[in-house]
C-alpha cells in the first residue's frame, strides 16, 4: 500500500471515530448545560482544550512560533467562537437532534458560498441539494406553526454557517502554507478564539457552576476528546480526503445524534421535523456525491489530457 492510500485511510478512521464523539456529543453537551450557563461551559471547554493541544506540543517538542496569525484569528472566530458558540448556546434553547441535524448544514452552506468566495457557481446535482436543503430548514422552522425553540433552530443555522466559513478558510489556508502543523493550528486557532468567549462568560456570568460528577466528566469529555482530539481529526482529514468524502462521512454525526438523544433524553421528533431531518440528509447525500464526483473526475481528466496515444505495433506476418 502507498503512502498516500495508507494516509487516505488513517484520514477515514479518523473521520469515523470523530462521528461516534461529535454524534454522541450532543447528549453530553445537553446534560452538562444542566449544571452551567451555556458561555461558561463554552469557555472552560475551548480553554482547556487548547491547553491540552499546547501540553501536546511541548511532549512533542513542536515548535511554539506560529505564521498566518490572522487567517487564525479569524479562523478561531468562525470556528472557536461561530460554530461552537452557538450550538451551545443552540442546545440551551432547544432539543440535542434538532440542533445537530440544523448544524450540519454545514456543507450546503459551504456549497453556496463557494460562488461568491471561490467562484465556483451552481450547477448540476448541486441544484435539487440547495432546493432539499432549504425545504428541510423550513420544515425545521415550521412557519405555520411557530414555537419557543425558534430562537434555537435560528443559532444552530448561524452555528452551521460559520463552520462553513471556517471550513472554506482552512481549506485556503492549507493550500496557502501547506506545511503549517496541524497541532499547531488547531491549539492556536482554539486559543484565539476562546478569549472573547471567556470574555462573555464573565459578563453574562449570573449562577455558580455545580461541579457535580457529570459535570467534570462531559468538561473532560468535551475538552479532551470534542475539542482537541476532534479538532485535529477534522483537519487532519481535510488535508487527506476530498471535501466530498469528509462530507459524506459527517453526515453519521446528526444520525448518532437524534438516535442517541431520543434514547436517553426522551426527546420527540415531530412530523414536520423529521420531514426536514431527512430533506436535509438527502440534500448532505446529493451534495458529498457531486464533490466525490467531480473530486474523481479532477484526478481522471489530466491523465487523459497528457497521456500520449499508445499506438499498435505492427502485425508480423
Known amino acids: ?18 462521528c461516534l464523539i461529535w454524534g454522541y456529543n450532543w447528549v453530553v453537551m445537553k446534560k452538562a448545560l444542566h449544571f452551567s450557563s451555556p458561555f461558561d461551559f463554552v469557555a472552560l471547554r475551548t480553554v482547556l482544550g487548547s491547553l491540552c493541544l499546547f501540553i501536546v506540543m511541548l511532549l ?8 498566518e496569525i490572522p487567517s487564525l484569528i479569524i ?10 458558540g452557538l450550538l451551545v448556546w443552540a442546545l440551551e434553547e432547544g432539543g440535542a437532534g434538532k440542533t445537530a441535524v440544523l448544524t450540519y448544514t454545514m456543507p450546503f452552506w459551504t456549497m453556496l458560498f463557494a460562488r461568491p468566495l471561490l467562484g465556483e457557481k451552481l450547477r448540476g446535482w448541486q441544484w435539487p441539494a440547495a432546493f432539499f ?29 460559520s463552520w462553513a466559513l471556517a471550513v472554506i478558510l482552512v481549506k485556503k489556508l492549507q493550500v496557502r502554507s501547506p506545511n503549517l502543523d496541524l497541532i499547531s493550528l488547531t491549539a492556536w486557532q482554539m486559543l484565539f478564539g476562546s478569549l472573547p468567549i471567556v470574555l462573555v462568560a ?16 462531559g ?6 476528546l470534542g475539542t482537541a482530539a476532534a479538532w485535529f481529526l477534522w483537519l487532519f482529514a481535510l488535508r487527506h480526503l476530498s471535501a466530498g468524502i469528509a462530507t459524506m462521512t459527517m453526515t453519521i454525526c446528526p444520525v448518532i445524534a437524534v438516535i442517541a438523544s431520543s434514547i436517553e433524553l426522551r426527546e420527540i ?10 430533506l436535509i440528509g438527502v440534500s448532505l447525500l ?14 481522471v481528466q489530466p491523465w487523459l489530457k497528457n497521456e500520449p496515444m499508445i499506438k499498435s505495433r505492427p502485425r508480423r506476418d
Open 60 to 67: 512533542l517538542k513542536k515548535p511554539f512560533s506560529i505564521k
Open 1 to 18: 500500500m502507498s503512502i498516500k492510500k495508507k494516509q487516505s485511510l488513517m484520514a477515514f478512521l479518523a473521520l469515523m471515530f470523530l
Open 286 to 299: 446529493i451534495i458529498s456525491y457531486d464533490r466525490i464526483k467531480r473530486h474523481k473526475e479532477d484526478l
Open 75 to 84: 479562523l478561531g472566530l468562525l470556528q472557536t467562537v461561530g460554530f461552537t
Open 269 to 278: 421528533i415531530k412530523p414536520f421535523e423529521f420531514l426536514g431531518m431527512f
Open 219 to 224: 468538561l473532560i469529555y468535551n475538552a479532551v
Open 202 to 217: 464573565f459578563m453574562t456570568h449570573s449562577t455558580s457552576i455545580e461541579w457535580s460528577n457529570y459535570f467534570i466528566g
Open 133 to 161: 436543503s432549504l425545504m428541510g430548514i423550513l420544515f425545521m422552522l415550521d412557519p405555520f406553526n411557530l414555537g419557543t425553540d425558534v430562537f434555537s433552530v435560528m443559532l444552530a443555522i448561524l452555528s452551521g454557517i
